[in-house]
Nanobody, 127 residues
Framework: VQLQAFGGGLVQAGGSLRLSCVAS????????MAWFRQAPGKEREFVAA????????YYATSVGGRFTISRDNAGNRVYLQMNSLQPEDTAVYSC?????????????????????WGKGTLVTVSS
């Protein structure tokens, strides 16, 4: 499975961006999808994840209520709608795909549960 994320850019604090990730080369609907981010000098962190069906989603506490993850299985895409962006959201955002065996938050938030990763897209939020 090949993943490509796009939609990043520069936005002012309080603004919005929508990230997209397109998948190819596999059965997209079989995979749970997630977004992770990595800020300069910091560890990679979980942002949001969605089950293969789209019926379940999980969010990091820091983005809950501001970000929304969704997917389009027919179009092989996953999205991350980001609202009320803050400077601390500045990071490279990457999408990932994996087979998640158990419907538990602890599985969906672990980066080692995801097999395929796309090249990230940079989001910069100015104050």
């Amino acid at each position: 499975v090949q993943l490509q994320a796009f939609g990043g850019g520069l936005v002012q604090a309080g603004g919005s961006l929508r990230l997209s990730c397109v998948a190819s080369g596999g059965t997209f609907s079989s995979y749970a999808m997630a977004w992770f981010r990595q800020a300069p000098g910091k560890e990679r962190e979980f942002v949001a994840a969605i089950s293969w069906s789209g019926g379940t989603s999980y969010y990091a506490t820091s983005v809950g209520g501001r970000f929304t993850i969704s997917r389009d299985n027919a179009g092989n895409r996953v999205y991350l709608q980001m609202n009320s962006l803050q400077p601390e959201d500045t990071a490279v955002y990457s999408c990932a795909a994996g087979i998640i065996a158990f419907n538990a938050r602890s599985y969906y938030t672990r980066y080692d549960k995801y097999t395929y990763w796309g090249k990230g897209t940079l989001v910069t939020v100015s104050s």
